[in-house]
């Protein structure tokens, strides 16, 4: 049986491109950085411009980068390696994108993403951010723990988890036969390739 996951376009620009696609060299790579070490939690963390563009080009982690007409507008960072494979480790909006629902489909596109080799998918929230745990209840995920002083003394991580079932009962797409039949963002190979040129 195939899988129907669709995927609506986040926004539409007069000149109507508007995607997400593989972060797209430095100057992409020092924008999402700056949006980073300008945002909460990581200003609440003390996370530097620099902290944060180390992240951002780490090569352990696939950055996915949601564009306007060519303009970073969020990131999402997935670790697809480790303990907790399939794990959301940033997902970043621009302050004038927030409300937009950007965050909401950036985590949907991770879920895709990951969903296709892996059943779970993590993230963990912070204590300070009440709002974006909401956020995930509402999109599916459910408390797996509390990490208490994790980041910094007297405050939380709640690790978060949403599930497709049981590790030992899952098959990667790739072993399936099949794919899952998608409608991704503009400008998004299924095969998690690089944007592609695509109208809305």
Request: hydrophobic share 40%.
């Amino acid at each position: 049986m195939k899988t129907k996951i669709v995927v609506e376009p986040w926004a539409t620009s007069a000149a109507g491109r508007a995607g997400i696609g593989r972060l797209a060299g430095d100057a992409e790579a020092r924008a999402c950085a700056e949006m980073m070490s300008s945002s909460d939690p990581w200003v609440f963390f003390g996370r530097t411009f620099e902290q944060c563009l180390a992240r951002v080009t780490n090569p352990g982690g696939e950055v996915w980068v949601a564009r306007e007409d060519g303009i970073a507008r969020g990131f999402i960072i997935l670790v697809l390696q480790g303990a907790f494979v399939g794990y959301i480790q940033v997902v970043c909006v621009a302050a004038d994108a927030r409300g937009s629902g950007l965050g909401s489909r950036l985590v949907r596109f991770a879920e895709e993403r990951v969903f296709r080799e892996f059943p779970n998918v993590f993230l963990c929230v912070s204590s300070i951010n009440p709002r974006a745990r909401q956020l995930y209840e509402r999109l599916g995920y459910t408390l797996v723990g509390e990490l208490d002083d994790y980041l910094v003394r007297g405050h939380s991580e709640f690790l978060m988890r949403k599930s497709a079932g049981p590790l030992a009962e899952f098959r990667p797409e790739s072993e399936r036969g099949e794919r899952a039949s998608c409608l991704l963002p503009a400008g998004v190979s299924p095969d998690g390739g690089d944007e592609l040129p695509t109208k809305m």
